[in-house]
């Protein structure tokens, strides 16, 4: 009894933070677990294709990790195309609609209350921001593996979790720099050449300094050389493409430009915390 009265007073949480504002919605959500833990609510949800809401707002920030399907979004003047993979940070009383994508939608939704997000400075300056697909979507996985299949520790492996995403989120906070000047042509640069191989002459070239200034202050600003982060945007990917098909592992690291699948296996699971097999499990669910 205790038990229920536990899960009917989550569910009861949940629904307070339906939207308050022109709520409107139509379709239906489907909520398959949810779990609080510590000051942190985390659910798993999933929604028709029919699903859709007005502009409306939450009193609460969030992160959302859309495991399958997706749909458009608009919000803070942008437009937001919602796919597997994809895991943004929502600051709190942002307004903001939706829709979903003809497959509905499934995701992972970690609500972040008031008096945590005031634990991490210039958190606040962040309004919508999409978060590192590689890193931030295997902590991501690794919160819904424990959700999905909990032990007397999960409620703690959760929390922490649910911290390192706060921690992802913080360092978007803290390096405003990413998206300007130089380092934003070498970025734009790195994500069109992510099928093949490329030399730091090349990038130096586009971003019109030397190659010692590049390599400086990309570390500097992104907290990594600029080869790590094209291996990032490759593993990213192949994360997409793990939960997208049911392309052998091996296809997927070949197409991803790994020699072989060990190779692949080791880089993906020194980045998503997992391998890609255990990645494709959870995710697809």
Known sequence: MLRCNRWIGLIEQTRMLIPRIESDISGQAMLHAIARVGDFVVTHKSYTHDFAQSWHEHEQASIDFVLAGGGVGHCAGKEIHSSPGMIEFYRPELRHNFRSARGGIRSLHVVIPASVLGEYSGISSVVVEELDRTRSAGIASCLLGELLDPDRSSNLVMESLAYELLGEVSEVAGRPIRRAGWIGLVRDMLHS?????????????????????????????????AGE????????GAARALVASDAPIARIAFNAGFVDQAHFSNAFRAH?????????????G
């Open 193 to 225: 050449v992510h099928d093949r191989t490329v030399s730091l002459t090349e990038l130096a070239d586009i971003a019109g300094i030397s190659r010692g200034h590049l390599a400086r202050g990309f570390r500097s600003a992104l907290g990594m050389t």
């Open 229 to 236: 982060y094209h291996r990032r945007i490759r593993l990213a």
């Open 272 to 284: 998503l915390g997992q391998s890609p097999g255990a990645y494709r499990r959870v995710i697809q």
